[in-house]
């Protein structure tokens, strides 16, 4: 079986850190992208690239020529999921991406459900720290139910220095909303006019311990956890410091601050689910949301390519895969708590 995994957008903050973690697991990434001068650079370490774009299939499907597997790490994903499925389907290969993008996420189980389906083709959206994990986590809480009241993802990070496609991203799923905001609330997605988030306080896990959150800090989750559990209420919350400095036009992008090239930022995703009076807890903490995104995503190409999966089709993490197990494989990189 082939090694060879290509990187569409590798050049990017977070496909950098995917390229160095297919290569730390054995694979051989294939480098693509837009820009020829930034994949001479990055390949200058003796890795293959190819020149594509999303407006040009041909260039797609030469790029994934020889690829067992894709992982998208280009956004705004808006523009680039859609076309590099298709060239996916076409080529008869998994897809993965690290999309935070709730409409754009939307729009992969809308489009490319019954179609990567009928292919056989796994397609993975969002298997990243905002909505891979997030599902992950609230999958695993829900251990043996079928069903429950609610689900809580709350996100505690230490700061957030965005990238520039985070920036991008945002911008793109502003516009979508037409300046509203959106909630999942009575088993759908609710599009709201943009009013002031609730404030509330959280008791994260030491050492974080009670802090500020903005309520309705709406993440990936709100589409990735729905599309295979029955759970009406999905609410996400995100700690206010960290809000505050994605929001503030002078926040610098992340700066490497060890030899992996993560910053100093600290994560603690603290998920608790409800049916009637019983709750469930698990709690993953790490460092660095964008540099965690890698493994999250090298992992699913692992276990796709491996045969470990649960279903095929377009699916989020939680169904496709045995999610206790996929957190267990991510110990050098998390600390998980089940309480």
Not at 307 to 327: C, E, H, K, N, Q
């Amino acid at each position: 079986m082939s090694r060879n995994v290509a990187v569409f957008g590798a050049y990017g903050h977070t496909g950098r850190f995917v390229v160095t973690e297919l290569r730390d697991r054995g694979f051989v990434p294939l480098l693509v992208g837009r820009d020829e001068d930034r994949l001479r650079a990055l390949a200058a370490s003796g890795l293959d690239h190819r020149v594509a774009s999303v407006d040009d299939p041909a260039s797609l499907d030469r790029a994934l020529k020889g690829a067992a597997a894709v992982v998208n790490c280009a956004g705004p994903f808006a523009s680039t999921a859609a076309p590099v499925i298709e060239a996916a389907l076409r080529a008869g290969i998994p897809y993965v991406d690290v999309a935070a993008e709730i409409e754009a996420n939307v729009d992969t189980f809308t489009h490319f459900t019954d179609r990567a389906r009928a292919a056989g083709v796994a397609v993975v959206p969002a298997m990243a720290f905002f909505g891979g994990l997030g599902d992950l986590l609230v999958t695993t809480a829900m251990g043996n139910w079928t069903a429950a009241d609610e689900a809580h993802v709350a996100y505690g990070l230490s700061s957030w220095h965005p990238t520039a496609g985070t920036l991008a991203a945002g911008a793109v799923s502003r516009e979508r909303r037409d300046g509203r905001r959106v909630r999942y609330t009575g088993g759908r997605l609710d599009y709201v006019d943009a009013s002031d988030l609730p404030r509330l306080e959280w008791d994260f896990p030491a050492p974080l311990g009670r802090r500020p959150v903005l309520g309705e800090f709406t993440m990936a989750d709100v589409v990735t956890v729905p599309s295979h559990l029955s759970i009406p209420e999905v609410r996400t919350y995100m700690t206010t410091d960290a809000a505050r400095d994605l929001a503030a036009p002078g926040t610098p992008a992340p700066t490497a601050v060890d030899e992996l090239g993560r910053s100093a930022q600290t994560f603690i995703v603290d998920v608790v689910v409800r049916s009637g009076d019983t709750r469930r807890r698990v709690v993953a903490s790490g460092q660095d949301i964008y540099a965690i995104s890698a493994p999250l995503a090298v992992e699913a190409v692992h276990r796709i390519l491996g045969g470990r999966t649960r279903t095929s089709g377009v699916a989020s993490a939680g169904a496709i895969f045995d999610a206790p197990d996929f957190l267990r494989a991510l110990s050098p990189h998390i600390t998980l708590d089940i309480f």
